[in-house]
């Protein structure tokens, strides 16, 4: 392997899931401006709009869409217009 081509700032990160508020803890090279306290430690935090904790394909609440609907919608607006010539 070649030398020194990997980081060497590796360092516990909290990302914070700001949806639903949980936390996880990891290893990570990313730089960060705030900090948090978490069982008596203080951590770099990165907070985040989403992760597999809130987002619906992981958590199983994916919202159907009634496509059946959205048809009916469009030709009830544009379904009877006749082509102008």
């Not at 909290?14 to 949806?19: A, H, R």
């Amino acid at each position: 392997m070649k030398a020194d081509i990997h980081p060497s700032n590796y360092r516990e990160v909290v990302f914070k899931d700001m949806s639903n508020d949980e936390i996880f803890i990891t290893r990570s090279t990313v730089a960060s401006r705030e900090e948090i306290e978490v069982d008596g430690k203080t951590y770099p935090l990165v907070k985040l709009e989403i992760t597999s904790s809130s987002h619906p394909f992981f958590t199983g609440k994916q919202k159907l869409v009634d496509t059946a609907g959205r048809v009916d919608k469009f030709m009830s607006r544009y379904g009877n217009r006749t082509k102008k010539k």
